[in-house]
């Protein structure tokens, strides 16, 4: 490894949902002596991405704030997205949250949420949480846009955890339900990713390139009674297509 490979490698220990590591362990994950894990937890302090912590564990640091408060201000398809989704409430129902995701480490992240303003449960789709890649409408609108080859790498790679959750799909009935998904233009899943939640998804491009899901979450019995439930497929469309026209006009 290299050694900027190995900074990325001692970063993402801390994916995995333990919150502090010592120079010891980091040394035995990335497969280098103790005195080199040392040698770059001090580099990573001093750069803030980490918080020393006593006896010789490590935390994330305050780094990564200042970071996401930049991504959040400056990123060009949050800025663009976000006055549409606030739009998308308005359109369907104050009791809605509209989610902006990306494919990311072979999962799909969420980068920006807006609120419906009325009260209802949180969607489980929240800023920088890392959400299965095979399960939900948010997830299959971005991979029924992903190039054959692509998706039949990431399909190999991931099939255990795709038969563990869904032991009834296989390859060829996966690339049925993602064409049909590709076809109509979005996708409009029920208690998949969380029981009584629906979730109705749309792709975001740039250029002819994916890049993105636009999607609305809410409780199955809000779905029922939506005023506009015949419109809200094309609200969902229309507005991942004015970004997605905005994104590749601006980039």
Same mark, same amino acid.
């Given at each position: 490894?290299?050694?900027?490979?190995?900074?990325?490698?001692?970063?993402?220990?801390?994916?995995?949902?333990?919150?502090?590591?010592?120079?010891?362990?980091?040394?035995?994950?990335?497969?280098?002596?103790?005195?080199?894990?040392?040698?770059?937890?001090?580099?990573?302090?001093?750069?803030?991405?980490?918080?020393?912590?006593?006896?010789?564990?490590?935390?994330?640091?305050?780094?990564?704030?200042?970071?996401?408060?930049?991504?959040?201000?400056?990123?060009?398809?949050?800025?663009?997205?976000?006055p549409v989704m606030k739009q998308i409430i308005e359109q369907t129902d104050?009791?809605?949250?509209?989610?902006?995701?990306?494919?990311?480490?072979?999962?799909?992240?969420?980068?920006? @949420?807006?609120?419906?303003?009325?009260?209802?449960?949180? %969607?489980?789709?929240?800023? *920088?949480? =890392?959400? #299965?890649? $095979?399960?939900?409408?948010?997830?299959?609108?971005?991979?029924?846009?992903?190039?054959?080859?692509?998706?039949?790498?990431?399909?190999?790679?991931?099939?255990?955890?795709?038969?563990?959750?869904?032991?009834?799909?296989?390859?060829?009935?996966?690339?049925?339900?993602?064409?049909?998904?590709?076809? @109509?233009?979005?996708?409009?899943?029920?208690?998949?990713? %969380?029981?009584?939640?629906? *979730?109705? =998804?749309? #792709?975001? $491009?740039?250029?002819?390139?994916?890049?993105?899901?636009?999607?609305?979450?809410m409780e199955s019995k809000v779905f029922e009674k939506l005023a506009v439930?015949?419109?809200?497929?094309?609200?969902?469309?229309?507005?991942?297509?004015?970004?997605?026209?905005?994104?590749?006009?601006?980039?």
């Open positions: 490894m290299t050694v900027p490979s190995r900074i990325i490698a001692i970063l993402s220990l801390f994916t995995s949902g333990r919150t502090i590591w010592t120079a010891e362990d980091i040394a035995l994950q990335i497969g280098v002596s103790t005195s080199t894990a040392y040698r770059y937890t001090k580099e990573l302090c001093v750069a803030g991405f980490l918080d020393p912590l006593s006896p010789s564990g490590f935390s994330l640091g305050p780094a990564f704030i200042q970071y996401d408060y930049l991504l959040r201000t400056t990123d060009p398809i949050i800025h663009l997205a976000s104050p009791r809605i949250d509209v989610v902006l995701s990306r494919l990311y480490n072979n999962c799909v992240l969420c980068i920006h @949420q807006e609120n419906g303003p009325q009260p209802h449960p949180p %969607t489980s789709y929240a800023r *920088g949480i =890392a959400m #299965p890649l $095979f399960v939900g409408a948010t997830s299959k609108v971005i991979l029924a846009h992903m190039p054959g080859r692509a998706l039949k790498r990431l399909y190999l790679q991931k099939e255990d955890v795709i038969r563990e959750a869904l032991p009834q799909m296989t390859w060829a009935g996966l690339k049925d339900e993602l064409k049909s998904i590709r076809k @109509q233009g979005h996708c409009l899943t029920i208690s998949e990713v %969380t029981n009584s939640r629906v *979730g109705l =998804a749309a #792709p975001v $491009f740039r250029d002819d390139h994916i890049v993105a899901s636009l999607s609305i979450v439930k015949e419109d809200v497929f094309d609200i969902v469309k229309n507005a991942a297509a004015s970004i997605s026209n905005k994104f590749s006009a601006q980039v």
